[in-house]
């Protein structure tokens, strides 16, 4: 399989969300938060405020609250620095499911596919593979109401 990345042109952010529902003052070496932080992402464009695509617990946590604040951190950074510095953050806040802290990340950052481009070949090969029957899709979708 043949990936190719386009390049970086400082267009990435890295974003937290904070719980509207906890406020005080959560310090973490420079960073201060006026209430406490649930997620650390690398985004770009519109990224931050697309709250769907992240992990199950971070979307049961959102569910109980319209919509988390969004706060960015840092901007105009190039793809690996944007990593280094989700990885950092995450390592500083700490993740919730290690009890180390308050983040609902389920990884230690610096991993996706962002800018990835797909040879034409990797997509034939994905026109070739077999499809879901109308039936099966339609038992999925009825399986999937309601989650």
């Known amino acids: 399989m043949e990936i190719k990345r386009m390049r ?13 529902r906890k406020p005080g003052v959560y310090k973490y070496d420079d960073y201060v938060f006026d209430y406490e932080p649930i997620y650390v992402g690398k985004g770009k464009r519109k990224r931050a405020y697309y709250f769907e695509g992240h992990n199950k617990f971070l979307k049961a946590k959102l569910k109980k609250f319209s919509k988390p604040m969004v706060q960015i951190l840092a901007e105009k950074l190039e793809e690996p620095k ?7 953050l995450i390592l500083l806040i700490g993740r919730r499911d290690q009890n ?3 983040l609902c990340n389920f990884t230690d950052g610096g991993e996706g596919a962002s800018g990835c481009i797909r040879s034409e070949e990797f997509k034939e090969k994905l026109r070739k593979l077999p ?17």
């Open 100 to 102: 180390k802290g308050s």
């Open 8 to 20: 970086s042109r400082g267009e990435y952010y890295v974003y937290v969300y904070l719980d509207p």
């Open 82 to 88: 944007a990593f280094e510095m989700e990885v950092a």
């Open 131 to 147: 499809r879901k029957s109308e039936e099966t899709r339609r038992k999925l979708s009825e399986a999937s109401k309601g989650k």
